[in-house]
């Protein structure tokens, strides 16, 4: 199986398509090609929430604001699955995240490939061909594929820890959803045996779910992601909020 | 096979996926993913609308404005058709459509779940496992998995009944499509032998196609669902006519 | 295998998706359904872009402005190549660029359809129908089909030619696609050896990617097609250049 996930929305992403179907033949699944343009963290956030969820696949990534530059081309394994796309850093949280669930390690590799027909298209010329290389020789025996040798070094990108604290916690924003939910870094737990939560020193009801509070209304809920969101029942966070990705926001505990 | 449709846009749908291709070998098709946000009777419309175009199928249609509250989660059997989603009303027009469509009865079916890791996220943690299940059993043996019985009630959901008397008749604007077409609850027939209809007194023509009036003009036309459609051809209904979702409108003849 | 494109967004390429499933065993791969809307030259340029890429295929394309009206439906045999839609001229560029990969020659057929349940959805009453046959029948002996005869007319249409001089060249804007970056008429090698062009008498640096500036800068490339593009890094095309579909531009090398 190889999915694929970019931000190009429409049509390219059916370039990528087209060859993999043409060089391969791997059961194909889209993960989504409307990944935040591009936006390279968001591109790890997401593909780490989402690849996890797949059977053993070559996942192929493309976020890649860096297209026609040196950037090397990687292809990361994790166990029985692996990732193909741009040196940038968004494919490791990723892939951490599918080894850590495997008690396996994180091996990266670079991926030789001779200058392309264009020099834009890079999902098409050389990240396709290349899943599909991936895909028909194994996950397992990828090294054995000559354009493929262990990376000296590559990209990395990690999120931000929060800081926490008796009072509560200090984080950041990581991503803003389609629905308008507002991703936190801060751990779930933060929350426990909370009915209210001081957001930036207004206090909001935690629920277990929007549903928790009326339509229209504002919610701190633990995500499907196990991290803090600040929602609206049935509306959009970041505007009630006043929340962006990367914006710093602080967690308290009401006093007593 | 198993299709696959909700409001959730992107990524979400692609947790789904991954669910269904990790737990059963079913072939998946998309529905869509861009069902009307949180809109139960727009879901109800158009899965009602598609689904009978597809062979038999798991149907795995989850638009939930109520996650994370205690509302069920249904399995509902209309012939060799399941679908599977919350108990919210939108499974039963679809169903009901389907099983017309096969001299078939709409059995409902509960479906108990443990309570997932997130309250947010059901379409993956409770229906896309409960779609997997179900097609790993079969739909004709749906009723033997452990987690389904009867259900003592649920939530039904009908669309409004036009009005339909000797000049006309008083409808309701039940959806708006993506062209800005507006579609609503008057069957095509009040249209039978007319040249012009007054819409809420306002005369417009009626044609067979969009392409029966020039760019940018009104026209009333019966749709593809079978009910009155009100359109600009190369424009957008729903600005033209001033009609939105849930509108009542008035169709006449005009007088002699 | 049988490919999908459409103009028609959300939820009605399903209705498609499920009357091929119905009608034949083809495995399906979705194109878009994100073409620009009612825009024949654009669904031509960008199906002529991305249908080369795929193995043997029916091509099922429905950018129908004038569905409803008596235009023809077609098939067109590009090589192991086929291609079902209206009769409006989307169909041949993309014909011709298949043919021309394999020394193919372009053959139109006529598709005769009985007047279908509804007047304003031909891709689900007619083509959908009709590319199923193809697939069935195989694109070999697509002649065969009793409904298929050899069109003795047929819309065709073709992109602009731009007017290449001594200076430079006079073009068209062909599309704008999703990133904003303006697609022209004008083929690449006119940027040969310049590292700067003018564009309407303005200087914009010459890159090989958009890379090539900084952030927010516009440059000018050779696109993934072949053609110049105006592009901006990480930004706009067509907002920074202020081009749109159907523009004239120039280009000229600077003065010495």
């Known amino acids: 199986m190889i999915t694929l996930a970019s931000d190009f929305g429409s049509p390219y992403p059916a370039a990528m398509r087209g060859v993999l179907l043409r060089q391969c033949d791997a059961r194909l699944a889209d993960v989504t090609h409307e990944l935040p343009r591009q936006d390279v963290r968001a591109a790890a956030f997401w593909l780490g929430f989402v690849l996890p969820e797949f059977p053993p696949a070559v996942h192929l990534a493309v976020v890649d604001p860096g297209v ?23 494919l490791l949280p990723p892939a951490r995240r599918l080894a850590d669930a495997r008690s396996a390690s994180v091996e990266v590799f670079t991926y030789a490939y001779d200058d392309p027909d264009s020099a834009t298209f890079h999902g098409r010329d050389v990240f396709a061909p290349a899943a599909a290389r991936v895909h028909r020789t194994g996950v397992a025996d990828v090294e054995n594929l000559d354009a493929v040798t262990p990376a000296p070094s590559f990209v990395d990108l990690s999120f931000p820890d929060p800081a926490v604290d008796d009072d509560g916690a200090t ?16 751990p779930g737990d933060v929350l426990d045996d909370l009915e209210t939560v001081l957001v930036d020193g207004e206090a909001v009801p935690v629920g277990r779910s929007f549903a928790a509070v009326d339509p229209g209304e504002r919610v701190v809920t633990v995500g499907s992601h196990g991290n803090v969101e600040c929602d609206v029942n049935r509306g959009r966070g ?18 007593g």
């Open 68 to 90: 026609g530059t040196d950037r090397d081309a990687l292809v990361v394994r994790a166990g029985d699955h692996a990732l193909v796309g741009p040196d940038n850093g968004s």
């Open 171 to 186: 984080g950041e924003v990581l991503v803003v959803d389609d629905f308008g939910n507002v991703v936190t870094n801060v």
């Open 238 to 255: 970041d505007e009630a909020f006043g929340l962006a990705p990367g914006d710093e926001l602080r967690l308290d505990a009401p006093r």
